[in-house]
């Protein structure tokens, strides 16, 4: 059974950082797709980062953070995570991450292991 737990959300002040985890159980870690999206009160879930594949770094971000959030792994661990600097108030939401076995099930069915996902919000 694959699980995603993320962890590491909270209150931050506005420029603040957070470092999201993202615990992968029942997957080899290995070059599989996985994602961030967010998902804010009243709005639709929106994608923030993807990585494509590890080897060779194919990282997309949205462009809405990219500069500010970095998406970075622990092999070992089994763990993504997602360094989040800067941060706004239009941060605030909760964050999922998110894994699909492999490409081309990715570009035919999208993502296909969720997370619950973990608070973030950031104050003035």
């Known amino acids: 059974q694959v699980q995603l737990v993320e962890s590491g959300g909270g209150l931050v002040q506005v420029g603040g950082s957070l470092r999201l985890s993202c615990a992968v159980s029942g997957l080899t870690f290995g070059d599989y797709p996985m994602g961030w999206y967010r998902q804010a009160p009243g709005k639709e879930r929106e994608f923030v980062a993807g990585?494509?594949?590890?080897?060779?770094?194919?990282?997309k971000y949205a462009d809405s953070v990219k500069g500010r959030f970095t998406v970075s792994r622990d092999s070992a661990k089994n763990t993504m995570y997602l360094q989040m600097n800067n941060l706004k108030p239009e941060d605030t939401a909760v964050y999922y991450c998110?894994?699909?076995?492999?490409?081309?099930?990715?570009?035919?069915?999208?993502?296909?292991?969720w997370g619950q996902g973990t608070q973030v919000t950031v104050s003035n």
């Open positions: 990585v494509i594949t590890w080897t060779g770094a194919n990282i």
């Open positions: 998110a894994a699909a076995d492999n490409t081309q099930s990715l570009r035919l069915g999208g993502y296909r292991y």
